[in-house]
């Protein structure tokens, strides 16, 4: 948190490493909450954590393709693509190794569909992709949190 307030004061949060680290240390929040709850700092614990980045990068891949929809159309889609599969192997990962509880990646079918449909029918506006982002993260949020407390 205190490197990214530090990257926003030189103007530099906005960078694609600014938001990774800023992300990161959201993500870091949720072993905060486990710990608080009680649960040990175990490999679970730190599963969660990367359910939570896997999702918050996924988000900021797939918006930052759909500001550059008009210009590198291709790339921008293949290298979405690619944080998407990226992010799915890390978790299924984790998954094998009886880290992550199924369901966790079940969380994943919302993300995936609205990014696979924005991909290929892209929205209208800035605003359509913030609706369907809300709608996407309180999904992913109801089964991620299911997936937690099984």
């Known amino acids: 948190g205190t490197v990214h307030a530090a990257l926003a004061l030189i103007s530099l949060d906005r960078t694609l490493w600014g938001e990774m680290i800023g992300l990161t240390g959201l993500a870091c929040s949720a072993v905060l909450v486990m710990a608080a709850a009680g649960r040990p700092l ?3 614990t730190w599963s969660v954590a990367a359910l939570c980045l896997g999702y918050f990068v996924t988000s900021v891949a797939y918006v930052r393709t759909y500001r550059t929809r008009n ?3 291709t ?3 293949a ?3 690619a944080v998407h599969v990226a992010v799915l192997v890390g978790l299924a990962l984790l998954w094998r190794e009886g880290w992550l509880p199924g369901l966790g990646l079940v969380a994943f079918v919302p993300v995936v569909m609205r990014t696979a449909w924005g991909l290929w029918r892209p929205p209208a506006n800035v605003r359509a992709v913030g609706w369907t982002e809300m709608g996407v993260a309180t999904t992913f949020l109801l089964v ?3 997936a937690v407390a099984s």
């Open 42 to 44: 175990d490999g679970r």
């Open 71 to 73: 210009e590198a159309k």
């Open 75 to 77: 790339k921008a889609a």
């Open 79 to 81: 290298l979405c693509i």
């Open 144 to 146: 991620a949190a299911l």
